[in-house]
Each structure stands twice: as structure tokens, then as C-alpha cells.
């Protein structure tokens, strides 16, 4: 069956969208804007918008008698070749809304499947959507069967083609078992290579359509996803390595995950047929929510992500809230109230480039919360010791001297007991509560070493390519304002100001004033 059919010209349309009363005009708004751009991606001009606010919808027509007359006049007058309407029609209402109209009636779900239908590339994404079409169209079947392929081309007949019409719904119901068969399929198989793959920290990038995950994907990793100002421009998931450099210097690879956006009102049986699309952000360990913060309606947007996510049954996830496309917010005030009242956000332009080390700071600060880090130290006579620590963990750093070899250690926290079980006698200290990417040597830094006037500064570390600097004051309780008073002598942005357990203090700074 072939589901795919391309458009030519693009087609006059009106939109519709129904409010309850006094329900706030903005909002309704809003979302004929994103129905408008829902349509635009389906290959369709809007010609015209219309809003009606109702008690109830009407269960014969949905819209009232007066807009069911306006609409009609208006198809005439401006030769309308569909009315696609924000809420889902019942099979009744589309098929009387046809026949008042005389030209094709739609809902936001069959919109959505049909636009899905022409972005799916691959066998595993053409499958799924096939599954959740029919699914839509079998209680609509007597509508396709007065209305179907020869009278209209176009939006909305991407559907089952012309061998389909002449067939009954037993046989479309064979055809349902037999793409849930293969999608198993697909399933199992991919679900074998997941298992296959080694155990690298995973992140997904999820979010509203359009939010820019496949850009930051791009952007860090070079994976060439199609990148678009569409709507649903991925529908696969692509998965790519790459690569930190961590605290110690040491490359840390992870992977990271681009897979389908979300939207207001996700057609339910679209995301059960998604189910191993998005299988990859069930199973990653870390998910980063991508949110277009230049968009008015982010809140909603935000909430629907975190509704969507829960229907999938994906959460107690550690997830990092991502506010994309800054570089558009050109109001400072603007910028400062987003940040302001999104304490736990990052924002970012994955266009431009732009806080692009803060995200990774924090993406390493996640993995770290995970990981435990010890330094030991054995005696040159303890060698079989030293090496069966390589063997079995990941040494991150080694330093041999006169009379000891220390070695830094990662270990994951569930394997924690384990490790202090077995190198008690070893373990020197636990290298826990530090900043993503200083530099460790054997007293616990590295750095060129500059003293300040009064001696309080022992090290700095610079980290160009990450562009933050990093400061410690040793063996001297500082007040805050002292502390930043010495930080200001450097000419440096306090970032971070804390004190370790004993009497260090560090103090972590970015850019120069
Ligand atoms: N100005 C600006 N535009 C951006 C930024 N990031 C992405 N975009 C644009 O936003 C549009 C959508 O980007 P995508 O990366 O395709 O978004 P997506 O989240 O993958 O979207 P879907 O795959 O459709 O769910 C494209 O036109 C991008 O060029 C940004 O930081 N600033
Ligand atoms: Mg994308």
C-alpha cells in the first residue's frame, strides 16, 4: 500500500477553532497560529481563519448554524478546497460538514497523520505512521468510501490509495494486524541492537516540534539531521557518539538522540505506534528538554512536553531544561525575566553557537551525580594491585612518585560499596562535590600556579576552550564579600562560589569583565 502521495500546488484552505466561552482570546489565538503552520507543512494555503466560541461544540456539525453558512459562502467566494478545524471531528461531523461544504473536511489529527505520512522516510517510520492512519480511518470508512481518491487529491487522501476503496474494513483490520506484526519486528530487532551497544551514558534530546533538537543534535555531534522551520522535519530517531573532555582530562563518550517532536493534542494512537521510535528517550539515562524560548506559548508547549512524556510512561529521568533560540528574545528585559523565573534553565542558541559550554558543563554535572570518584594510593611493592585496578575500573589519572603511585578512580554509585569494600586500605580520599572540568593532579589540582598579593591564591586554571577560569583560595576562610572582593583583583565573573568540606574554598569564575 502506498501511503505516500505528493502535492503539487498548494491547496486554499480555511481554518477553523472552536473556544469555550470567555476562554482567554490570546491563547486561542495562538493555537490557530500553530494549526496555521500545522497546514503550511501539509502543503496548504490558509486563506482564512475562523473563531467560534461555544458552550459545547454541536454534536451534528461541530461549529454553529450561522458559521456552517459563513464557511460555505466563503468557500464559494474564494474558491476553498478544504476546512481543516483545530478540534477532532466525531466521523458524524466530518461527514456532515462534507456535505454542507461539498469540499474536504479535516481535523488537527488527520492533519498531523498526513503530515507524518510525508515526511516518513524510512520502512520503520512509514510502518508506524500506515498503523496510526488506519487506525484513524476505520471508524471514518463510510467517508472514505463516498469521498475517497478520484473526487480529491491532495491533504487528507494520503491514506489508504485507490486498490484500498474497493476493499472493506475486515480487510484494513487485516492490514492493522499485520503492521502490528512487522512493527514487533522492528521492535525486537532494534531492542536487540540497543542491548547490544555498549553501556555509554545516554542523553535524548525530546521537545515540541520545531523547539530545535535536531540543530543542537547537528551542532554537537555532525549527525546531518534534516533540519527545517517545519513542523515534524524528524520522525526517526538518530543516534550519534560524542565525546567530553572531563574533569581529568580524560575523553568521556556518551550518546546522544534525536527522535520525533511532541505537539498539543498528539494523536494517542500516533504515539502508541511511535512506541519504538521513542523507545531510545524511554531508555536514555538523561533526557534534554529542548524548549523554543522565542515562542510566546513556551509554558504550554513545556507542559504538553511533560504530559507527553508521562502518557509514554518516561519519567524519574534526570532532565536538563534546555531554552533554545535566544538569540531571537532581542528584548534584554525580555531575556532577563526568562531566566529569571527559569531558575534550573540553560539558554542556549544551538543556531549561533551561543552558551554552548554551559550545557555541557551541566550534561558532565549529571553524569557526575552518577559517579563516584576516589583517589588511592598503593606502594611500588603493590603493583598486582595497581594493575588490577586497570583492569577492572576506569582510572582516570595516575601519578607515579618517589615512594607511591596514586591513581584516580571513577566508579559508578551503585557499584560504590563494592569498590570501598575491596580498596579500603587503599582509598585516600573521595573526590566527590567538584566542578565539571578542573584539572586534578596529585594534591588535587593542576594549574600554572599564581600567587596573589596577600598569598590567598594557590591556583588557577584556565580552560580556554571551555572559556571558564577556575580559582582557588587554600588554608583561609573567606567571607563572601572578601571572596569576591579577591575575585574582582582577577578581573574575573564570580560563577560559582563554594567551600569544601576542610578548609579550602574554591571559587569558579567565567570571562573577564
Ligand atoms: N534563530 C534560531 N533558530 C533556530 C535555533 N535552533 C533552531 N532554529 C531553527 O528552528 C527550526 C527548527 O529546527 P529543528 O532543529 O529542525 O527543530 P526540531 O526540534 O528538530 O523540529 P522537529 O524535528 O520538527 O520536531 C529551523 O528552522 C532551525 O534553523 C536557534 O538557536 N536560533
Ligand atoms: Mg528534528
Known sequence: ?????????PEKCIIVGIGRKNSDREIAKEHLDELELLAKTAGAEVLER???ELEKPNPATAIGKGKVQEIKELIQEKYIQLVIFDDDLTPVQARNLEK???VKVMDRTGLILDIFAQHARTNEAKTQVELAQLEY?????????????????GIGTKGPGETQIESDRRLIRRRIQKLKAKLEEIDTQKEQQRKGRNTLPRFALIGYTNAGKSTLMNLLTNADVLVEDKLFATL???????????????????????????IRKLPANLVASFRSTLAEAREADYLLHIIDSSEKNYIEHIKTVEETLKSLNIKDKPILK???KIDLIQDKHDLQQLIESNPDGIFISAQRGINIPKLLQEMQKLINNRIDVFKLEFNWNEMDKVSQIYSKWDV????????????????????????INQYSRYIMDMLNDRPANEETNSDGLEANDKKSDDGYVKNIIRDTRRDIRYVVYSNHKLSRREMLDEVKKFNYNPLNIRQKPGTTIEIYAEGIK
Open 137 to 153: 480511518l476505520l471508524p471514518r470508512l463510510t467517508r472514505m468510501w463516498t469521498h475517497l481518491s478520484k473526487q480529491y487529491g
Open 50 to 52: 475562523i473563531y467560534q
Open 236 to 262: 526517526d530517531t538518530t543516534v550519534r557518539a560524542f565525546e567530553f573532555t572531563d574533569e581529568f582530562g580524560k575523553a568521556t563518550k556518551i550518546l546522544i538522540s534525536d527522535t520525533v517532536g511532541f
Open 322 to 324: 534546555v531554552f533554545n
Open 1 to 9: 500500500m502506498e501511503l505516500i502521495n505528493n502535492i503539487t500546488s
Open 100 to 102: 454542507e461544504f461539498n
Open 396 to 419: 582516570v589519572k595516575r601519578f607515579d612518585e618517589d615512594n607511591k603511585i596514586s591513581l584516580i578512580v571513577k566508579v559508578p554509585n551503585e557499584q560504590k560499596e563494592k569498590f
